[in-house]
């Protein structure tokens, strides 16, 4: 198993591009979400799912859009860049909505200039 | 005032001491408590659930403290390998799996 996978590990964009951000996981998992750590902030949660289909937002959820059409990946769409969206951009999975441990890929390196 | 607070640190430690450090959390309510660890650049990996009664897996010993709403983490007899950030995390209850992260603590082994 690769576990959580994303793409691109670093990206640098200027104000105003969009991109997406490449989450996947081959655990079968039903719940997964996106995390931003920033210095000083700890991780914050940005949307989740709770199985194919379903999205909901989280904490701090403006600028950001996410579809989830299959259990494997789980996208994070940014519209429009800033550069108060520079940050490190976690996926994450879990079997269920409600299980203990949740498992993150190795992060996406967002620098927004 | 943040809902789960840590010492950021960083604690300096030589090999072989004891640590610990403290997560305080404001929701009454919160459901689940746990301790990720954090390597420099890395994602954060769970180290171990915490229980009210006290639970323990090998050199860690996580506590918890419903009526003072505190949490703790020992580690004893440090290793090099154990110089990471260690992240306090709390589940609200009903909040499915919607974790709140402190920021972490920074540990330091030295030899």
């Known amino acids: 198993n690769a576990g959580v996978t994303q793409t691109p590990k670093f990206q640098v964009l200027k104000t105003g591009q969009s991109m997406t951000l490449q989450c996947a996981q081959d655990?079968?998992?039903?719940?997964m979400s996106w995390y931003r750590q920033d210095p000083g902030m700890g991780l914050r949660l940005i949307h989740y799912?709770?199985?194919?289909?379903?999205?909901d937002q989280g904490e701090v959820p403006n600028g950001y859009n996410v579809s989830r059409s299959t259990t494997e990946d789980f996208p994070l769409r940014l519209l429009s860049a800033a550069p108060s969206q520079t940050s490190v951009y976690f996926c994450?999975?879990?079997?269920?909505?409600?299980?203990?441990?949740?498992?993150f890929g190795p992060g996406t390196r967002l620098t927004v200039l | 005032r943040k809902e789960v607070e840590q010492d950021p640190g960083p604690f300096n430690v030589p090999e072989g001491a004891t640590v610990a450090f403290n997560c305080t959390y404001s929701?009454?309510?919160?459901?689940?408590f746990f301790w990720y660890r954090q390597d420099c650049r890395k994602e954060p990996k769970l180290l171990m659930s915490?229980?009210?009664s006290g639970n323990e897996d090998g050199r860690f010993t996580a506590q918890l403290n419903r009526a003072s709403q505190y949490i703790s983490l020992l580690i004893r007899d440090s290793k090099l390998s154990d110089s990471a950030t260690y992240l306090c995390?709390?589940?609200?209850?009903?909040?499915?799996?919607?974790?709140?992260f402190g920021t972490g603590t920074q540990l330091k082994v030295e030899l």
């Open positions: 994450a999975s879990s079997q269920r909505a409600n299980s203990n441990e949740q498992f």
């Open positions: 915490v229980y009210s």
């Open positions: 995390v709390v589940k609200p209850t009903g909040g499915g799996n919607k974790l709140t």
């Open positions: 929701n009454s309510a919160s459901q689940s």
């Open positions: 655990m079968n998992h039903e719940y």
């Open positions: 799912s709770v199985g194919a289909g379903i999205t």
